[in-house]
C-alpha cells in the first residue's frame, strides 16, 4: 500500500506542468520530474537558486530572494532558463507556506506562442493578400472602363452617320452591350470599395419627388414595353426636400427595378414609399418595390443578398448578371442605417422593402415633430402592403387561369407582339413574349400547351414561315 507521501510524488511527476519550491534564499528544495525534463537537469537542480531559472522576475536581496513583478497567486507570463541558459515562454503561478517556502506551478507556453505568432502572421498575410487583390479589382475595372468608353464613342458616332436599318440595329446592339459593361464595372467597383471599407456617403440636400420622377422614367418605357402595367405611389406626408445620399439611393431603387422588370413578363410592377417614423430632424422611409414575376423560393431566398449569388445558374444564362447587385444594395442600405428584405413565392411574384433614415433639412420638419428631442421616435401606424395584397389586387389570379376573360385578353396581346416583333425581324424580343406566353398557358389543356411549344420551337431556331404556321394553328386552337 502507497503511503500518502508516495501517492502525492507520483502524482507530481505525472502532471504536466512544472512544479517547484524554493525557501528564502531561493535555493530548489523541490521540482517534479516534468520541472526537471523541460530543464534539462537532474537531481543537481538542487544545486541551483530559482533565480537562476527564472531571472526576469527573481533577484537577490540582501541574500533573501524578492518577487520583482506583479502579487502573490497571479498568473506571471516569463521565460524559464534550462541549464544550458537556452529559455522558453512559461505561464506561473506562485503560493507561500507559512514556513516561508515558496511553491511555484509553470507551464510551458511554447505551442501556444507558436501557433499565436502563427495565427497573426497568417491574419497578417490574409490582409496583405486582400488589400492586394482589392487593389487590384480596383485597377483592372477602372482600366476596362477606358475601352469600354471609346467603343460606345465611336459607335454613338457611327449611329449618326449610319441610314441602314440593319447596320443600325448592330450598332445599337453594340451600344447596348457597352451599357451592360459599364453597369458591370461600377458594380464591381462599388462592390471592391464596399469590402475594403472606402466606401463613403455623401449627403446632400435634393427634392424627393424629383427623385423619384426620374426613376420612374429610368423604367417605365422599358416595363411598359413588355406589356406590363407599372404604378408608383408616394405617401403625401413625405417632405419636398430631404438630405441624403441621392444617387446611392437612385442606385438601389434602379436595382431592384430592374430585376423586377428583368423577372416579370406578366402582370405589373410597383413602388410605393411611405414615412414610417420620425425622430427629430430625422426620417424613416419605407420603400417597396413589388413585382408579379417568376419569384423566389424560400430556400433561394437566404442566399439572396450574399455576393456572387444568383439564385440558379440557369437563370444567369437567361437574363444575365453578376449576382453582386442585391449585395451592394445590403450593404449600401446598412450603411444609411437600415435594412433590406424580401417577401416571395415561387411563381407568384417577389416584394423586396427597405428602410433608411434621412435627414430633413430645419424648415420642412413638420411642426408636430419639433422639440421632440432625439430620444423619441414616432412611428407611423402605416399599413404595410403583403405580397398578396399586391398580387391580388394586380388580378393575378384571373390572368394566370387559362380561359378567363384576363387570360385570353393577355395571350393576344401577346401574340400579337410576337408576330410583330417576327415581321420586324427582332427574335430576342419575340422570345420574350414567347416566355411570357409559356407563363400565360402554363395551366392550359395539353393540347394548347403542345400547340404553344411548337411555336415556341419555331421561334427559337428562327424560322419564319414555320413560326407564321404555327401561330395560325395556335391562334385557331385558343380561339376554339
Ligand atoms: P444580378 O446583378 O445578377 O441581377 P442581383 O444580386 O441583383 O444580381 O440578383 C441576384 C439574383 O436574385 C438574380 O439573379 C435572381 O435570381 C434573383 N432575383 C432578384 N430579384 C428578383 C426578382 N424581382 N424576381 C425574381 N428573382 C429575383
Known amino acids: 500500500m502507497m503511503t500518502k507521501e508516495q501517492i502525492m510524488q507520483t502524482a507530481m511527476d505525472h502532471v504536466y506542468d512544472m512544479v517547484i519550491a524554493y525557501d528564502l534564499t531561493g535555493d530548489i528544495v523541490f521540482a517534479n520530474r516534468t520541472a526537471k525534463d523541460l530543464l534539462d537537469y537532474q537531481e543537481e537542480i538542487y544545486n541551483h537558486t530559482i533565480v537562476e531559472i527564472f531571472p526576469g522576475i527573481f533577484r537577490f536581496s540582501g541574500g533573501m530572494v524578492q518577487l520583482m513583478c506583479s502579487n502573490e497567486g497571479d498568473s506571471i507570463e516569463v521565460d524559464a532558463y534550462r541549464a544550458n541558459r537556452t529559455c522558453f515562454p512559461v505561464q506561473m503561478r506562485l503560493t507561500t507556506n507559512q514556513d516561508g517556502t515558496c511553491v511555484c506551478v509553470a507551464f510551458d507556453r511554447t505551442k501556444e506562442t507558436y501557433l499565436t505568432r502563427k495565427n497573426e502572421q497568417v491574419g497578417q498575410e490574409a ?224 416584394m423586396f422593402s427597405f428602410q433608411i433614415w434621412v435627414d430633413v433639412p430645419a424648415d420642412e420638419v413638420e411642426q408636430s415633430a419639433v422639440g421632440q428631442g432625439e430620444a423619441s421616435v414616432q412611428r407611423s401606424a402605416v399599413p404595410i402592403k403583403t405580397l398578396s395584397d399586391f398580387t391580388s389586387a394586380s388580378g393575378m389570379d384571373e390572368l394566370r387561369s387559362y380561359g378567363s376573360k384576363e387570360n385570353l385578353e393577355e395571350i393576344n396581346r401577346n401574340l400579337n407582339k410576337l408576330i410583330l416583333s417576327v415581321e420586324m425581324d427582332n427574335w430576342e424580343k419575340a422570345e420574350g413574349f414567347s416566355n411570357t406566353l409559356r407563363e400565360l398557358t402554363a395551366l392550359a389543356p395539353q393540347e394548347i400547351k403542345n400547340a404553344f411549344l411548337r411555336l415556341k420551337m419555331a421561334v427559337q431556331r428562327q424560322d419564319y414561315d414555320r413560326v407564321t404556321e404555327q401561330y395560325e394553328q395556335f391562334k385557331q386552337m385558343i380561339e376554339q
Open 127 to 350: 490582409q496583405v493578400a486582400e488589400k492586394i487583390k482589392s487593389e487590384f479589382v480596383a485597377n483592372v475595372t477602372h482600366e476596362l472602363r477606358t475601352p469600354v468608353n471609346g467603343i460606345l464613342g465611336n459607335i454613338l458616332e457611327l449611329k449618326e452617320m449610319e441610314s441602314d436599318p440593319a447596320k443600325m440595329r448592330i450598332l445599337s446592339l453594340v451600344e447596348r452591350g457597352c451599357g451592360d459593361m459599364n453597369a458591370i464595372i461600377n458594380n464591381i467597383l462599388d462592390f471592391s470599395k464596399l469590402e475594403s471599407g472606402k466606401f463613403t456617403l455623401e449627403k446632400r440636400e435634393f427634392e424627393f419627388r424629383t427623385m423619384m420622377e426620374y426613376i420612374k422614367s429610368n423604367h417605365k418605357r422599358k416595363i411598359t414595353e413588355k406589356g406590363l402595367e407599372f404604378t408608383m405611389s408616394i405617401a403625401p406626408d413625405i417632405p419636398e426636400k430631404i438630405i441624403g445620399d441621392e444617387l446611392r439611393i437612385v442606385q438601389v431603387l434602379n436595382n431592384l427595378l430592374s430585376n423586377a422588370c428583368k423577372f416579370t413578363s406578366v402582370g405589373s410592377i410597383a413602388v410605393e414609399v411611405v414615412k414610417t417614423a420620425q425622430m427629430g430632424h430625422r426620417i424613416e422611409l419605407f420603400f417597396l418595390v413589388m413585382d408579379t414575376g417568376i419569384g423566389i423560393n424560400k430556400v433561394d431566398q437566404d442566399k439572396l443578398f450574399k455576393s456572387f449569388s444568383q439564385v440558379d445558374a440557369s437563370i444567369s444564362r437567361r437574363y444575365g448578371g453578376t449576382g453582386l447587385g442585391l449585395n451592394i444594395c445590403k450593404q449600401l442600405v446598412e450603411m444609411m442605417d437600415g435594412d433590406i428584405h424580401v417577401e416571395s413565392d415561387e411563381g407568384q411574384g417577389s
